[in-house]
C-alpha cells in the first residue's frame, strides 16, 4: 500500500508546459511512487486558464470534482461540472477551457499500456 | 469523446457480492462503455458497511471523496478521510471498513494490463 494525500488549493505547483494558461497539478500515483499501469493527478484551471490542445496516444479519464469547464475533443465541445466523468480515447484531440468565474477541479487518470 | 455522470446517492445500485455489506457502486468507464485500458468506478459504504477481504491481480488506485475509511491492506492498516488517496499493488490483499457515523464514498481506478 502507498499512500499519499491531495492539498489545499494554495500547495498546488504550476502547470508551466507550452500552451497551458492558469494551470496547477499534483501528482498522486505514478511508477515513480507505486502504480504500474495508470497515473493518476489532480488539475486546477483558474478562471481564463486552459490546458494546451493536446493529443497522444494514452487514454484519459476524467472525473470533474467542482467548478465548470469547456471541453473539446475533436470536433466535439461540451460543458462539464461537478460530478460529470468523460472518456478522452487514445488519439483524439482535446483541450480544457475555464470561461467560469471559479477555479475547476478534476482528477484524470492515464494508462501506461 | 465519451459523457457520463455521476448521480446522487439514492440513485446507486447495490453492490451484493459476496462478503460485501452495505456497499454500493456506480460504474463510469470501463471497455463496455469507453476505456480499454482501465475501469473508473465510485462507491459509497454506508456506515457498519465493509467490502470484502479481495484480492487480484490487477492494481487499485483509490481517491476518497468524502468520509471516512478504515483501510486494511496486506497487514498494514490506516485511517483515510477525505482528499485522501491510496495505491493498491497487484496481488495485496484488502478491505475497506466503514466504522464512522457518516457514508463514506470513493473513486477507484482498476486497470486491464
Do not use: W
Not at 498522486?28 to 483558474?46: C, G, H, M, V, W
Request: hydrophobic share 35%; with cysteine.
Amino acid at each position: 500500500m502507498y499512500l499519499t494525500k491531495d492539498v489545499p488549493n494554495e500547495e498546488y505547483e504550476p502547470y508551466n508546459e507550452p500552451g497551458f494558461e492558469g494551470v496547477l497539478r499534483r501528482k498522486l500515483l505514478n511508477p515513480e511512487n507505486s502504480s504500474k499501469q495508470f497515473a493518476l493527478r489532480t488539475y486546477i484551471i483558474d478562471p481564463n486558464g486552459h490546458t494546451a490542445l493536446d493529443r497522444h496516444s494514452h487514454e484519459h479519464g476524467v472525473y470533474i470534482l467542482s467548478g465548470e469547464l469547456d471541453v473539446r475533443v475533436g470536433d466535439r465541445q461540451a460543458i462539464v461540472r461537478t460530478g460529470d466523468v468523460l472518456h478522452i480515447a487514445s488519439d483524439e484531440p482535446h483541450q480544457f477551457i475555464n470561461r467560469a468565474n471559479e477555479y475547476a477541479k478534476f482528477l484524470c487518470v492515464r494508462d501506461f499500456a
